[in-house]
Every structure is written in structure tokens, then in C-alpha cells.
């Protein structure tokens, strides 16, 4: 008997682009490993611990096996509170303990599968106020022979460079860690790039003395009447509230720049607020996942605009063209404890806004497979990635088989079940895809031909980086927009297509501007687009 245990029904949920989905998990996984080191109305329970990669197709199901690890938290001292936000901190929804104990299965595959567990979110503890983002990766599910080191190797580089800093400065091994958490902050330089935080989970309880030993480079600090931090003029570590005691065992420490933790251990460790469109996929965020990533699609493409271009300047543009003005933020979570579940969720900014973007993506997902497989006729594949490229169209037809899609509260959801196997095979052939090489032919030279009259239109993300020299005394916003546009067009490559610069008037009308409004001494030299335009919309 369930009780009074509510069922799950799917309402539609919102997906993600697919490359971001196979090739772009990969490409988050690269970037955070590479940071690092439904129902239908007549439900029925069927049994415990069921495993929905063997159930027949079309059949839709989710297991809820009980699982007893935890999300470790931080030591915190109970009895100081900081001071009091503008918003109250996020607190995680309870779970329904009946909900990790049995299996649902229906034959309607129009909704989107269950997940293997209720969500049980991830702790906020040990991270800094300003949260904008969060990777969380399970280091050993990645390096495990059962996911074949050597498949993973064109993923160590990117791995190596994200373990580096901490490996560097903290002398942490990824043998000794559970799970790194990594937060994504505002940089107060407009670099493009995030402020990066590791919240580190240790395997086992560790004394303050041993850790200290390791951080010879830092001196201890105050930080407020009671607490301490291990400081350099740059970077600091915060272990716990309180006094130092260096017999004292934690399992949790977070390294970053020393502004950051400095507010950190202003609260105490403890949890802070953030933002409310992080927060809504934050509360169905599951702390026992393998690989998670949250993250504000404003600052993705905005403070952190640099990010991705940096990682894969292909899918960086497929991605802002698909989302970036038509959501507040995406989470990915993917976990391999039974079999490989896979889950993506985007919130839109309005309803509307996401039923057309999940017919837009569900589209993008059906055709995908078809559209690598005419590629790799027209252009062979690189010998380096060859074998795989052959086998990569049925790779993305089985997912497509698996994968739903559906709303769910304004949420876009996609999600998929696959056997474990399938997460090397396919996170590699995807990885390998997306690179810049990926489809040159390594065998007699293809018969040349003439260069098409222009070039492709230039990225956004290139395009507002574009310096541009500008000036005038006093222009109405209508022509000063003109005059933009003809000072950027002069300066594009020859070959690339013109860039017209235009006023919604009903956005105008609605904020009381008008096209007439006088913009005085304009005066750039070589400025970017972008803070040109940023200039403009501060003025009216």
C-alpha cells in the first residue's frame, strides 16, 4: 500500500539542446572535470529495485532505489548568525520517504521518465553568498575502471587543468576527496570569466593540524571577532566556525579568492540566499548524482560570457542561439549507480516562451542523428576519431530511442535511461566531435573549391567583443544607433555579412523613451560593441 503518496504525474518538461544533452554534458563534464582535476492516470506500483533498463520498450519507469549516502555538510557553528539577507536562505523541500522505496512503470511514453530517486538537494553550506552557479562531481565515478580510464583519456587534459589550482595550492590529492563542489561567482574584473570557489569533501575526517601542514604558503588570519582563515594576499581556505582547534576533524574546507571566503566566514559557513530562478532547480536537484551543473543563464552569458566560447566555441554558439534569451537558467544531472540516468531541465522565462523552445529542441534531438550521418558522408571523419565517428549516428538514435522530453511548472525537462556502458562511448565520440579537427579528412586531400562570396555571419559572442571607434558631440538615439552600426560595418572583415542595429519601438513606448531622446558626447576609441551598448541603455 502507498498511503496517501502522491504520484508523479508528468506534466511536460523542458529539455536542452542535444549536443548539450550528449556532446554538451560532455562539454560541461570537460569544463567541471576539466575545472576540477509521467505517469499516466493509472499509476501502478510494480516492485522494488528494478532496473528500467530491463523493462520492454515503451515502457516508461523510474527505480527509487533507497540509497544511504548523503550529501556531507559542513561544520558549522549553530549558535552565530549572520546578518540577515534580503532574501531568507534556500531550504531544501522534504522528501517522501515512501518515494525511494517503489518502482512506477506506465505504457504512455509521452512523458518523461522518473528519476531514480526523489530529489534530495545539495547542500549550500560552505559556499560563499552570490552563488550564479554550481558543479558538483564525484571525482572517483570518473576515474573508476568501470568507466574505462583508457576511453577517458581525451578528457584528462581538460580534467588536469581543472585540478591543477586546488592541487597546486591545497595539496589535496583526488584520491582523498568524495566530492568537489565548485560555485561560479561575479568576478569584480570584466574579464568574461567567473570567480571559481571549491567547496572539497574529504573521504574521511580529517584534523585541522594535518590539512594545516599541507598549507605552508598561508598564514592564519582573523575573520571577525571568532573566526579564522588561512590567507595569501589572493586566495584563502575557511575550514570551520569557531576557534582554531587543530585536532578538531572536518570533512569539508572551501578554497577561493580571499574576498569570497572573507564573506564566507562572515556567516559562519553557513547557508545564504540566492537567486530565485537558481533556487527552483536547485530544490529538484539530487545530492547522490555523479555530475551536476546549475547555472543563471543571465551571467552564463553575460559575467561568464568567455566561459564557454573558451571550452568549445561551436556549442557556446549553438547554445546562446537556442537559450540565451529565452530562459533564466539550465541544470544537467546525470548519475550511474544502477544504470546511466541523464537529466535536463530549463527554465523559461515565460510559459509560452518554453513549450516553443521544448518543440524547438525535441526537433533539434529527432533529426540529429540524420543530420551526423550526412555529415560524415559529405565530410570524413579525422582518423583519430574515425571508428567511433562510424558507429556515432546509431550511438545518437539509441539515446533519441530513450530520451523524452516534457513540461513540467515552466520547466523544460529531458531525460533519458541508457545502460552504464553507454556514458564513456558516448561522452568520448561526442567530445571528439566537437573539436575544431574533428571532420578533416586524414587521407588524399579533397578537390579544392572556391571559397563561397562571404563568410558566415560573425558569433554574437566575437561580434560584442569587436572594438569599434566611435564619437560625436550630440545625436537623437535613433541616429547615434545608425551611425553604431555603420562605425562597426566599416571595421568586420570584408567577406562578413553587415550588421544592422535597430529600437524595438514597442519596448520604447512601454518605458517611456523615445527614439528622439539626445545622447551627448559619445566618445570610444577601440572599445568593444559590447560596452558601447551598455553605454547607450544606461543613458536613456
Known sequence: STGKRTTRKKKQKPVWLFPSMVGGSVALLGFLVWMLTGTSNQNKVITKNVDPSNLKSGESNATASPDTSSDSTSQSNANSSPSTPKRPPAKPREVDPLA???????????????PPRAAKPYSLEMLPPGLQGLLVVRPSVWTSDDMGVTKLEALLKPIELLWEPVRKNVGTTIADIQQVSLGLYRSSR?????????????????????????????????????????ATATDAIFTHAGPVDEERKITQFTWGPINLIRDLAEIDGNTSAITRSLEELWQLSDSRSDLSLL?????????????????NGPLSESIQQLIADKTLGFAFTTSLTNSWYGELRILGRESAESAKLLKEIRSIAKDLSNTMEKKLVETPAHAYWRALAIRYPQMLRALDKHLRFGLENGQIVANFYLPKSAATNLAVASWMMLQPSSFQA??????????????????????????????????????ALTLLAEELNSSLPPNVPRVTISINGKAFELSSVTRNQQIRDF????????NLLTDLASRV
Open 523 to 530: 566618445r570610444f576609441k577601440g572599445a568593444p560593441l559590447r
Open 190 to 230: 570584466d574579464e568574461g570569466y567567473p570567480e571559481l570557489v571549491y567547496r572539497i569533501t574529504l573521504n574521511e575526517p580529517t584534523s585541522v593540524g594535518t590539512l594545516k601542514a599541507k598549507w605552508m604558503k598561508y598564514e592564519e588570519q582573523p575573520a571577525g571577532e571568532k573566526n579564522h582563515l588561512w
Open 100 to 114: 525511494e522505496q517503489f518502482v512506477f512503470a506506465t505504457t504512455e511514453n509521452s512523458f518523461p521518465w522518473l
Open 442 to 479: 586524414a587521407s588524399a586531400p579533397v578537390a579544392s573549391t572556391a571559397k563561397p562570396a562571404n563568410q558566415p555571419a560573425m558569433p554574437a559572442f566575437a561580434l560584442l567583443e569587436h572594438p569599434v571607434t566611435i564619437s560625436f558631440e550630440q545625436e537623437p538615439l535613433d541616429s
Open 295 to 311: 547555472v543563471s543563464t543571465t551571467f552564463l552569458f553575460s559575467s561568464a560570457r568567455n566561459l564557454l566560447p573558451s571550452i
